[in-house]
């Protein structure tokens, strides 16, 4: 797929890191997985672009999502440094809308700490989304509070 330049590799990229968090998640719960650095370390950016795509959005094609993504523009809450998610991972829904989110960190299941981060929310599900900086910060708020009950 020759189609694909390195502005629509950045995008599936930064696309895939704003859904990562709950796909970590998902695993981790499923899998009963200990720590985050299992999932997390391994690298999207020596994926190649289809196989980055099927990740993100399984077997849609390029031309539906550049039409999604030009019709993604036009809403009220678009914004360039924001998510600008064009549908939910979870339902499919495609009101996802760009908003502050507060994430809960939980330790099995008590709840150690909540942070403000900027994100998205799918108005049909209510699942939240973080930006690759959101995860940053929660990832260093989970360090911190480890290093606290150390
Ligand atoms: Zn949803």
Redesign the pocket.
Known sequence: MSEFDDEDKKRIISDFESILPKLWERARSEAKMDTESEFLSESLEGKSIEELWEMAYGIESLEEQKLKREARKLKADYGEAELNILV?P??N?DQVINSDVDWEITSGNKKIKSIKVRGAV?L??S?TFVASDGVKAVLKAIQESKRIKE
């Open positions: 939910c979870l339902c829904h799918c049909n599900c699942e």
